[in-house]
């Protein structure tokens, strides 16, 4: 493998951001964070208003939540380094997992343990190898105190089915850990009629930290807003409390007029609800049609459930790969870069093995170039058939196609 240029490869550096909506902001935060420009009373852990929508919002998706329970911070990261650090000792993940929640932990000088997947999800980890690793840890030393796990998921595009996170929930209670349920894309399931989605705090609701970060269903990345929940018990008080701490002591406060647009959204109004069921239509139509062009070309991906991405394994086409000089992850992320015109991070920034030709796909850039092209497909009764998207969709396809095409011309005679 060639390894030329290290400069952004890592799993920091550059990292992948979280996949974009790629649409226009709605009107209606606009205007809500317009009239709070003025505003510079920002507090440490959110204001009562955001904290009190933060409630609702949790409220009605099954969480009943007192003020006194949430915490408000500019991104789903502060808050996990404010858990973590308040909670000490090592961190569990799944393998792969979101790409900043590892950069966060080790941030702090904390050791990270990744744990296995089972066969039909990502974002929750295998019950038994969760075990294993917990137990192999305190065995040679360690001091594993949480997991961080993702019921909708970021990279995988999967939502764990109820029977896997149970069992990965009595797994951790067993050993004694605090949970993180992050939960930034549970509100964008595709079919939200046919998928069962739990959140391990209806599991385990004292041991169960719940964050969302609002980039995921309602604001632009660029507008920095998340949301906790701890538990009603004594200990998840003194969670909080440490937490608040950190997050005052690292300055991690929301700035009054993205708080105001953030309490807008929490609320759930009309408008909001509409555009985030068009999006996610949107998303789930093009998500779709990403991996229909995928297997067709004999790569390997989970049918995406969640989210705007799409989680790919294009082993079954490493020889036509190795043709090109892509032996790993990072080289792969290099050449489809390059290829589709778009960012297609490898799974190495999942923590993924670094060896494995995998690799997170978006949908966001298929949409268009032009605020107003994005905006078409929003208002389009089939959006895969305007001309942008099209295009968009059919030189992803020649790119796949050329390497199964590849792939089977160089393949050993049987």
């Known amino acids: 493998m060639r390894r030329t240029d290290p400069e952004g490869h890592g799993p920091v550096r550059y990292g992948p951001p979280l ?148 069992q990965t929930v009595e797994a951790a209670a067993a050993e004694g850990l605090h949970l993180v349920s992050d939960e930034t894309w549970r509100d964008t399931v595709h079919r939200p009629r046919d998928t069962v989605l739990f959140s391990p705090a209806e599991m385990l609701p004292d041991r169960v930290t719940v964050v969302t970060d609002l980039a995921g269903p309602f604001l632009p990345p660029g507008w920095p807003a998340a949301v906790a929940r701890f538990p009603a018990t004594a200990d998840g008080a003194r969670l909080r409390a440490r937490a608040l701490d950190v997050l005052t002591a690292l300055g991690a406060r929301i700035a009054s007029p993205v708080a105001a647009a953030a309490t807008y959204a929490l609320a759930e109004p009309d408008d909001i609800t509409r555009r985030l069921a068009a999006d996610t239509a949107l998303h789930a139509r093009v998500a779709a049609a990403l991996h229909r062009v995928v297997v067709a070309a004999g790569a390997l991906a989970r049918p995406p459930q969640a989210g705007r991405h799409l989680y790919a394994d294009l082993a079954p086409l490493r020889t036509a790969l190795d043709r090109q000089g892509v032996g790993d992850a990072q080289e792969l992320e290099d050449f489809l870069s390059a290829r589709l015109a778009m960012p297609a991070p490898g799974g190495h920034r999942f923590g993924d093995d670094l060896g494995a030709l995998r690799v997170r796909l978006t949908t966001a850039p298929l949409l268009g170039a032009t605020p107003e092209e994005r905006a078409r497909c929003l208002a389009a009764p089939a959006p895969l058939e305007l001309p942008h998207v099209h295009g968009a969709l059919t030189r992803l396809e020649s790119v796949f196609d050329d390497l199964r095409d590849d792939a089977q011309r160089w393949e050993s005679p049987r």
């Open 19 to 166: 996949p974009d909506h790629g649409l226009p902001v709605l009107p209606g935060l606009v205007t809500v964070l317009t009239a709070a420009a003025e505003y510079d009373g920002a507090e440490p852990g959110g204001a009562p208003a955001l904290l009190d929508a933060a409630c609702g919002y949790f409220g009605r998706r099954g969480l009943p939540t007192e003020r006194d329970r949430a915490t408000a911070a500019p991104g789903a990261p502060a808050l996990l380094v404010a858990v973590t650090a308040a909670l000490g000792g090592d961190v569990l993940v799944p393998r792969p997992c979101a790409a900043w929640w590892a950069p966060q932990v080790r941030a702090l000088g904390r050791a990270v343990f990744p744990v296995a997947t089972p066969a039909e999800c990502g974002g929750v980890p295998d019950p038994c190898a969760l075990l294993e690793t917990v137990r192999r840890v305190r065995a040679e030393g360690g001091d594993p105190r949480l997991l961080v796990l993702s019921v909708a998921d970021d990279p995988t595009a999967t939502v764990a089915p109820p029977e896997v996170v149970h």
